[in-house]
């Protein structure tokens, strides 16, 4: 059974820095790509950045600059590092794991910033 795990979500006021960490188990097939995607209070969930296998990274145009994916295949963990964060970063950030079985997803962690 796969699991995914976010930790690093809180509380932090605008200009603020949080890096959020996943981890993931049960995953035996290849690793295609890891992310990470946020919901905001009543809209969508959307992308916010996701390196493939082959390091590839890709990251919404909101983020570009301020936030950094990485990530270990091998070890099945993913980061996110988030800088300069503002009030519309507020969201719940899901992890997700692109694998040969499909997506996969963390439970979410808060992540709530001040102005």
């Known amino acids: 059974q796969v699991q995914l795990v976010e930790s690093g979500g809180g509380s932090v006021q605008a200009g603020g820095s949080l890096r959020l960490s996943c981890t993931a188990s049960g995953i035996t097939v290849s690793v295609n790509a890891m992310g990470w995607y946020r919901q905001p209070p009543g809209k969508q969930r959307e992308l916010v950045a996701h390196?493939?296998?082959?390091?590839?990274?890709n990251y919404a145009d909101s983020v570009k600059g301020r936030f950094t994916v990485s990530g270990d295949n091998a070890r099945r963990l993913v980061y996110l590092q988030m800088n300069s964060l503002k009030p519309e970063d507020t969201a719940v950030y899901y992890c997700?794991?692109?694998?040969?079985?499909?997506?996969?997803w963390g439970r979410g962690t808060q992540v709530t910033v001040s102005s």
């Open positions: 390196i493939t296998s082959g390091g590839v990274t």
């Open positions: 997700n794991f692109i694998t040969g079985w499909g997506n996969s």
